[in-house]
């Protein structure tokens, strides 16, 4: 009977702690940077009940999103065109724990923070919108090391500031310096910032951030840049293969890596479009096939797969006008064929804002509104689940509503230019 009661124990212990460690959002785009939640047990509409706002709290101007450990809440905030403040807040309640405050004087296009914190167990690691690297300790909130991208590799903030998120990788903090002379990627000692090893240049003035991928059954660094897609060695930084065929002037969304592992799905705004690539290798050798094109893409965030089938906000400058949203809007695309299977136009519209999948469906905040959405992902057509207003529509500074979410223990964190906003999405 003892035997029995410590193996139940046991096994309690550890399906509570798998259980947390899938409820954390410790990074930008999800615990594996692909936007998609492990969580379950969500409400599936919001007709009858809608979901709770815990807790609100003012924040600065930005597009930086939140990120979630252990029930702490992470945010990157800027106090005018003073100083950057990395702010950490309590899950249950928003009240602010600690914050970490530097100097850096300056104004970038687009005011405030650009990019999400990324956690580990004893630190929490940030990129400012002028280059600025910390270490801060998730106990004290005081900094183990920093160093600036700009001041360490070449000088040359990119036009609208540095917007990547940094990548844990085992004990490398992996990091982008953007300028057309700087290395590509460069892997940092994440407990000291010791240089690790620097790749060779890719291109300059991206806002994209590095993800650690499997293609064609190799794991490396995937990152876009202006001319190319580059896939890396995380040990090195050395070059596996690389892509020329997509060319855009200020790449953001990351590419979509499909379940086959194979297929790559790139996109983005400013006219450049998006394509399907192949990736196959053979033996010390890779073969890379265009697959289809499409003259639209996304602009800020990247595509989802959900079955058979690519979901993304399909929506870029050109077509946020008034004569153009039918040619946007949320699109469902077949990734065999290329054919935009629907897409929602002006209605709804979406603008820019960041999308979601958990617990069997799409999470969408309108970049526009600050409507909330919940949508059942199938290629039949468009079904919007439920819809709640997160935010005041009529107040200053409520549009640009484009930063990431984060979805952790059933609590959405949302943020618009002026406020940070925890809901209960739980049953």
């Known amino acids: 009977m003892r035997t029995m009661l410590s193996s139940l124990l046991l ?180 407990r000291n910032g010791a240089v690790v090893w620097e790749s060779e240049a890719f291109g300059g003035d991206y806002y994209a951030s590095p993800d650690l991928r499997t293609v064609a059954g190799v794991e490396g660094l995937l990152l876009i840049t202006n001319n190319q897609v580059t896939f890396a060695d995380p040990d090195d930084g050395s070059t596996i293969w690389k892509y020329n065929g997509y060319n855009n002037s200020h790449p953001i969304p990351s590419p979509t890596v499909l ?15 998006s394509v399907m690539i192949h990736v196959a290798k053979q033996g010390d050798d890779y073969t890379i096939e265009e697959r289809f094109r499409l003259e639209g893409g996304a602009q800020v965030h990247p595509a989802i797969q959900h079955g058979d089938h690519l979901y993304l906000n399909f929506n870029e400058n050109a077509t946020l006008r008034r004569n153009t949203m039918r040619n946007g809007g949320l699109a469902c695309i077949d990734p065999a064929s290329g054919e935009i299977v629907w897409r929602t136009g002006e209605d709804p519209n979406f603008d820019r804002g960041n999308v979601i999948f958990a617990d069997g469906a799409l999470i969408i905040l309108d970049g526009q509104n600050g409507l909330l959405y919940l949508v059942n992902p199938t290629p039949t057509g468009y079904e919007e689940i439920s819809q709640t207003q997160v935010f005041d529509p009529d107040r200053p500074r409520s549009n640009n509503i484009w930063a990431p979410m984060a979805l952790s223990d059933g609590r959405l964190i949302v943020r618009d230019q002026n406020e940070l906003v925890c809901l209960d999405l739980r049953k």
Do not use: C
């Not at 379940?259 to 479009?273: E, L, M, Q, R, S």
């Open 259 to 273: 379940d086959d592992g194979h297929h790559i799905f790139i996109t983005g705004g400013y006219g450049a479009g």
């Open 11 to 190: 096994i309690t212990v550890i399906a509570t702690a798998a259980g947390q460690a899938n409820a954390d959002w410790p990074q930008f785009m999800g615990p594996d940077r692909t936007g998609v939640s492990p969580e379950t047990n969500l409400l599936t509409s919001w007709n009858e009940q809608q979901p709770p706002v815990l807790w609100r709290t003012p924040i600065g101007e930005g597009f930086g999103g939140a990120a979630v450990r252990d029930d702490q809440v992470y945010l990157l905030d800027r106090e005018g065109d003073e100083r950057d403040v990395l702010r950490m807040f309590d899950l249950a309640n928003g009240e602010e724990q600690w914050r970490f405050a530097y100097d850096r004087p300056g104004r970038l296009s687009h005011h405030g923070s650009r990019s999400t914190p990324t956690v580990d167990d004893e630190l929490v690691f940030t990129v400012g919108g002028f280059g600025d690297v910390h270490a801060v300790s998730r106990a004290t909130g005081e900094v183990a090391w920093s160093t600036n991208l700009n001041q360490q590799f070449r000088e040359g903030t990119p036009n609208w500031g540095f917007a990547q998120s940094p990548l844990v990788h085992g004990d490398l903090l992996i990091v982008t310096p953007t300028h057309p002379e700087s290395p590509g990627l460069v892997a940092l000692n994440k």
